[in-house]
């Protein structure tokens, strides 16, 4: 249960920084690595795609699907422990 309820506040976050991009444009400023990358209005696009990213990983919490991921990459590494 409590998986759920805390994908659901990361895909709400992640969501809020797709939709409110300007307030997190002026809270943590722009990206130069962004901006040159990217090109002109590129800490935008790069806020957006973070949003995107946050969802997806929430999505992941919730059906517990980030559960089998860290054990398949990280697992290899405790195993001999």
């Given at each position: ?61 919730m ?8 054990i ?9 422990l």
């Amino acid at each position: 249960m409590w998986r759920i309820i805390i994908g659901l506040i990361i895909v709400l976050v992640g969501f809020h920084m797709v939709w409110k991009t300007e307030f997190y444009l002026d809270f943590l400023g722009r990206s130069e690595f962004a901006e040159t990358k990217i090109g002109p209005g590129g800490t935008r696009l790069f806020y957006k795609l973070l949003g995107s990213l946050v969802c997806f990983l929430g999505i992941l919490v919730m059906t517990n699907v980030i559960q089998g991921i860290i054990i398949g990459v990280f697992g290899p590494l405790f195993s001999s422990l």
